[in-house]
């Protein structure tokens, strides 16, 4: 496929891009804890720069350092000590003919207290968001002017350091959304009420950093297209916002979607298929005759492409894409797309930031880390190294050592490559993993790794080539309790069950709240199973970010799941299991005719112990080490073999 369209030359005002591709605002929190751009948070955009994306928009970056602070260590456009670092930033972005625009921020009632010294939060209206659960305090006549003021300042900075404009964020429910929206504006004075009375902080920041800036300086504005609840913003208000923008004076529209309280459409769980907020960008673009951007979920180029195609968009923004693959638009330009490391939508990238750290993700452990990990030693020498398992820490083992040029060679005692993402691929809507899955194994069959399927790695079979080490990463075996009943053949594993290897009849009992739990009990309700899922522990899903949570819950009401937490199962019978409840300590009974543990897995810590005692230098990776996710797996493999 050509992706004409994709690599097809742009302008936006004053602008000129070399494609369609953009790279959109996602936080980060790589900067200075006083907002300066570091060499972090620099090499982290200069290596999607050099990895091919047109236009680059930098994450939230806020303008007030008071009550506007949106994330620990957030990037800074308040005061002209940024203007050096932001400076360097756009010069390293620019090297490779890729534009950088400056995202202006403030999170109004979407914020915490503790992120701005235990003061009040603030927002237009004393309207609680049902996500952050704190009372913002109503801003004054004059604070409104003075945070109006403190954007142009932003935009100011931003022109100073050489950057090639801004976009005002009047999104996903921060400030200067909460202004556009009935929802959160309740005010009577010229900010609030009537239209043009909500949209007023806009014409006047927006005239005021023209007036500054001039013509050339390209200002970008992000909308929610729909706020997704009751009383918000819909698609037929934001058209007449967006038209009104455009007589403002601004040079793009970018769209999105949702509000912190319709979070799965902002920031979309797995479930979620490419292109299905098309039709809000279609809409809008119909009626302005500026460009537009718009994010649409996208993780395929044929996606994007056929966006661009069907006139959805101008341009098309690919987020935690450019997160799992930096290089994503560069491989697909170069025709090797089967090569992107995809994005698998678990949004672990948000867990990792909602838990205090910086961005991180599953797929990509150089993602966040890219100072530390910008040159791996090449000092293999053509070594061999010995890799037994072939699943998603043996197989990013075997990258990184071929990576430093030494000579991997994998042992995989099945029939294929892939290791429990074999597993992990088969329940519904899981086809963006099997995408990751089949680009990871393409990667390592294209990268002349050896490999071996079908074989047991011995011992002697090992030592024969005489390995400068060996990687165990064998995964690890169900856990199976040793409960009164649990060997019944009305008992088998998830694992069993999801490859097929078993066959449930009747209702069911899942044991086990985790993902694992949870994606069996989903995939069995879809099939018509009555399903309980029972979880010893509080609640299900733990690790998980809220939205995917969320997202389960939805659907499992749907299935009509049902869900019993605190409870332990105490034995197994022909026509049910026995519960202990962690809270009351009374015993019950439920009636079912099949149990399905998912309860996680455990090392094979024999086969590891034989190796450790033939071998110098042994390294035991994932599941083999310590039971965990994709995430866990993934970087257990790069970064020991990155230090080997």
Same mark, same amino acid.
């Given at each position: 496929?050509?992706?004409?369209?994709?690599?097809?030359?742009?302008?936006?005002?004053?602008?000129?891009?070399?494609?369609?591709?953009?790279?959109?605002?996602?936080?980060?929190?790589?900067?200075?804890? !006083?907002?300066?751009?570091?060499?972090? $948070?620099?090499?982290?955009?200069?290596?999607?720069?050099?990895?091919?994306? !047109?236009?680059?928009?930098?994450?939230?970056?806020?303008?007030?350092?008071?009550?506007?602070?949106?994330?620990?260590?957030?990037?800074?456009?308040?005061?002209?000590?940024?203007?050096?670092?932001?400076?360097?930033?756009?010069? +390293?972005?620019?090297?490779?003919?890729?534009?950088?625009?400056?995202?202006?921020?403030?999170?109004?009632?979407?914020?915490? #207290?503790?992120?701005?010294?235990?003061?009040?939060?603030?927002?237009?209206?004393?309207?609680?968001? &049902?996500?952050?659960?704190?009372?913002?305090?109503?801003?004054?006549?004059?604070?409104?002017?003075?945070?109006?003021? @403190?954007?142009?300042?932003?935009?100011?900075?931003?022109?100073?350091?050489?950057?090639?404009?801004?976009?005002?964020?009047?999104?996903?429910?921060?400030?200067?959304?909460?202004?556009? @929206?009935?929802?959160?504006?309740? *005010?009577?004075?010229?900010?609030? !009420?009537? =239209?043009?009375?909500?949209? +007023?902080?806009?014409?006047?920041?927006?005239?005021?950093?023209?007036?500054?800036?001039?013509?050339? =300086?390209?200002?970008?504005? *992000?909308?929610?297209?729909?706020?997704?609840?009751?009383?918000?913003?819909?698609?037929?208000?934001?058209?007449?916002?967006?038209?009104?923008?455009?007589?403002?004076?601004?040079?793009?529209?970018?769209? #999105?979607?949702?509000?912190?309280?319709?979070?799965?459409?902002?920031?979309?769980?797995?479930?979620?298929?490419?292109?299905?907020?098309?039709?809000?960008?279609?809409?809008?673009?119909?009626?302005?005759?500026?460009?537009?951007?718009?994010?649409?979920?996208? &993780?395929?180029?044929?996606?994007?492409?056929?966006?661009?195609?069907?006139?959805?968009?101008?341009?098309?923004?690919?987020? *935690?894409?450019?997160?799992?693959?930096?290089?994503?638009?560069?491989?697909?330009?170069?025709?090797?797309?089967?090569?992107?490391?995809?994005? /698998?939508?678990?949004?672990?990238? =948000?867990?990792?930031?909602?838990?205090? !750290?910086? $961005?991180?993700?599953?797929?990509?452990?150089?993602?966040?880390?890219?100072?530390?990990?910008?040159?791996?030693?090449?000092?293999?020498?053509?070594?061999?190294?010995?890799?037994?398992?072939?699943?998603?820490?043996?197989?990013?083992?075997?990258?990184?050592?071929?990576?430093?040029?030494?000579?991997?060679?994998?042992?995989?005692?099945?029939?294929?490559?892939?290791?429990?993402?074999?597993?992990?691929?088969?329940?519904?809507?899981?086809? &963006?993993?099997?995408?990751?899955?089949?680009?990871? $194994?393409?990667?390592?069959?294209?990268?002349?790794?050896?490999?071996?399927?079908?074989?047991?790695?011995?011992?002697?079979?090992? &030592?024969?080539?005489?390995?400068?080490?060996?990687?165990?990463?064998?995964?690890?075996?169900?856990?199976?309790?040793?409960?009164?009943?649990?060997?019944?053949?009305?008992?088998?594993?998830?694992?069993?069950?999801?490859?097929?290897?078993?066959?449930?009849?009747?209702?069911?009992?899942?044991?086990?709240?985790?993902?694992?739990?949870?994606?069996?009990?989903?995939?069995?309700?879809?099939?018509?199973?009555?399903?309980?899922?029972?979880?010893?522990?509080? #609640?299900?899903?733990?690790?998980?970010?809220?939205?995917?949570?969320?997202?389960?819950?939805?659907? =499992?009401?749907?299935?009509?799941?049902?869900?019993?937490?605190?409870?332990?199962?105490?034995?197994?019978?022909?026509?049910?299991?026995?519960?202990?409840?962690?809270?009351?300590?009374? /015993?019950?009974?439920?009636?079912?005719?099949?149990?399905?543990?998912?309860?996680?897995?455990?090392?094979?810590?024999?086969?590891?112990?034989?190796?450790?005692?033939?071998?110098?230098?042994?390294?035991?990776?994932?599941?083999?080490?310590? #039971?965990?996710?994709?995430?866990?797996?993934?970087?257990?493999?790069?970064?020991?073999?990155?230090?080997?």
């Amino acid at each position: 496929m050509a992706y004409d369209k994709l690599f097809e030359k742009g302008r936006i005002g004053s602008m000129k891009l070399k494609n369609r591709i953009v790279m959109p605002a996602m936080g980060v929190s790589l900067a200075e804890p !006083g907002g300066e751009a570091n060499e972090h $948070i620099i090499t982290y955009y200069e290596e999607r720069a050099k990895g091919g994306v !047109g236009l680059i928009i930098t994450e939230i970056t806020r303008v007030d350092d008071v009550c506007g602070i949106g994330t620990p260590n957030q990037l800074g456009a308040y005061d002209s000590r940024h203007v050096p670092h932001l400076e360097r930033l756009a010069e +390293r972005v620019h090297k490779y003919g890729t534009k950088i625009l400056v995202q202006l921020q403030h999170p109004g009632r979407e914020n915490k #207290s503790d992120m701005i010294g235990g003061r009040q939060i603030v927002a237009p209206s004393p309207v609680m968001c &049902k996500v952050t659960q704190e009372m913002p305090r109503e801003l004054t006549l004059e604070e409104c002017q003075g945070i109006m003021k @403190s954007f142009v300042k932003g935009a100011v900075l931003a022109q100073r350091a050489g950057m090639d404009g801004v976009e005002l964020h009047a999104a996903h429910g921060y400030l200067l959304n909460e202004f556009l @929206s009935p929802y959160t504006n309740q *005010r009577s004075d010229r900010y609030g !009420g009537s =239209f043009d009375n909500r949209i +007023r902080i806009m014409e006047e920041m927006i005239t005021a950093i023209r007036f500054l800036c001039g013509p050339d =300086f390209v200002i970008s504005v *992000r909308i929610s297209a729909d706020e997704f609840v009751e009383g918000g913003l819909k698609l037929e208000d934001t058209i007449k916002i967006a038209r009104t923008l455009e007589s403002f004076g601004i040079d793009v529209i970018n769209v #999105s979607c949702g509000i912190y309280e319709s979070a799965p459409t902002i920031i979309e769980p797995a479930s979620y298929p490419q292109g299905w907020k098309k039709h809000l960008a279609a809409a809008i673009r119909k009626n302005v005759k500026i460009p537009v951007i718009a994010v649409n979920n996208i &993780k395929e180029p044929a996606v994007a492409e056929a966006l661009l195609e069907e006139g959805v968009c101008d341009y098309v923004a690919l987020g *935690r894409a450019h997160l799992a693959d930096p290089a994503w638009a560069n491989k697909v330009h170069e025709g090797r797309p089967e090569e992107i490391n995809r994005c /698998i939508g678990c949004l672990y990238c =948000f867990t990792a930031l909602s838990d205090g !750290g910086h $961005i991180k993700c599953a797929v990509n452990p150089r993602c966040g880390r890219e100072v530390e990990y910008s040159h791996l030693e090449k000092t293999g020498d053509d070594r061999p190294v010995a890799i037994i398992g072939g699943g998603p820490a043996g197989m990013m083992a075997a990258l990184t050592l071929k990576e430093r040029n030494y000579r991997p060679i994998i042992f995989e005692k099945a029939d294929c490559l892939g290791g429990q993402l074999n597993v992990a691929d088969k329940p519904i809507l899981k086809d &963006k993993l099997a995408a990751y899955k089949n680009s990871l $194994i393409y990667r390592v069959e294209h990268a002349g790794i050896e490999i071996h399927l079908n074989t047991c790695a011995d011992v002697a079979m090992v &030592k024969a080539l005489n390995p400068a080490g060996v990687f165990i990463a064998t995964g690890g075996t169900p856990i199976i309790p040793e409960l009164p009943g649990v060997h019944s053949p009305n008992v088998m594993t998830a694992e069993d069950v999801l490859t097929k290897k078993c066959t449930p009849v009747g209702s069911v009992a899942v044991i086990g709240g985790g993902v694992t739990g949870m994606e069996t009990a989903e995939t069995l309700a879809s099939n018509g199973h009555a399903v309980t899922l029972i979880e010893m522990t509080k #609640s299900i899903g733990r690790g998980l970010y809220r939205s995917v949570i969320a997202d389960y819950m939805i659907r =499992f009401q749907k299935l009509g799941i049902s869900i019993m937490t605190y409870e332990r199962v105490l034995s197994v019978a022909d026509g049910g299991i026995t519960l202990l409840n962690g809270i009351t300590s009374q /015993i019950s009974s439920l009636s079912v005719d099949t149990v399905v543990l998912a309860m996680g897995v455990k090392p094979n810590d024999a086969f590891t112990q034989a190796f450790e005692d033939a071998f110098d230098r042994v390294i035991v990776l994932g599941d083999a080490n310590k #039971s965990g996710r994709i995430v866990e797996a993934a970087f257990d493999g790069f970064s020991r073999a990155s230090t080997f």
